[in-house]
């Protein structure tokens, strides 16, 4: 049976370095039998959490229900039906882009915080799904996993929705011109990734 693999772009920039690379996994796992969809969180119509708190009142494993009427449940419908999950966003100002967090509060659904409580806990601790996670900064990618929370985001978002991070994808020094090319070894590090998720 074949994997079924999401895709999210926390990117503003189609076809930029980020959604690229995202590009080349999710074909290369295409190429291996997998369907895939990508989802760019730009276009989507995504409400800021208000911190209500009401879909994190009710116990079970099941995420909460949001009091937001936008496009999140669509995504979240989605990667239920997904084996496997490929997402992707840019550093700026030292961490991943606002679409991105926007995204990412969102995801307090997947926690149980009833009023009272001093802390959430998550719903369900389980990750038997498998992520890649893809980021690029302007500085060296060494200094960018020191200096910039992006992977730390992208991993608790992955971890959150219940999948396993077992690739980083993390590029360095790409904002010397206004249009990027990408060296072959990141392009092959994405397909490889996304070999490795369909099979």
């Known amino acids: 049976m074949s994997k079924k693999i ?7 920039r189609k076809n930029g370095v980020v959604d690229t690379l995202v590009t080349e996994a999710l074909g290369a796992a295409e190429r291996c039998g997998a369907i895939t969809r990508k989802i760019y969180l730009v276009d989507a119509r995504i409400g800021f959490c208000t ?4 879909c994190t009142q009710k116990p ?10 936008d496009e999140m449940q669509a995504i979240l419908d989605e990667w239920k039906s997904c ?21 990412m509060e969102r995801l307090i659904c997947f926690s149980c915080w009833p009023w009272g409580r001093p802390a959430p806990t998550m ?3 389980v990750r038997v799904k498998k992520a890649v996670l893809i980021t690029a900064t302007a500085m060296p990618a060494l200094l960018g996993r020191i200096f910039t929370g992006a992977v730390r985001a992208l991993k608790l978002t992955a971890k959150t929705l219940g999948a396993k991070p077992v690739k980083t994808i993390f590029v360095g020094l790409v904002a010397s011109q206004p249009e990027v090319a990408l060296s072959r070894g990141a392009i092959r590090k ?5 070999r ?4």
Do not use: H
């Open 6 to 12: 999401l895709g999210i772009v926390g990117s503003y």
């Open 51 to 54: 911190n209500c708190r009401s």
């Open 60 to 69: 079970g494993v099941e995420p909460g229900e949001c009091v937001l009427s």
């Open 83 to 103: 084996d496997a999950l490929i997402i992707g966003a840019p550093v700026n100002f030292f961490n991943v882009t606002a679409v991105m967090r926007r995204f």
């Open 123 to 125: 719903r369900n601790k």
């Open 190 to 194: 994405a397909q490889a990734a996304g």
């Open 196 to 199: 490795a998720l369909a099979s």
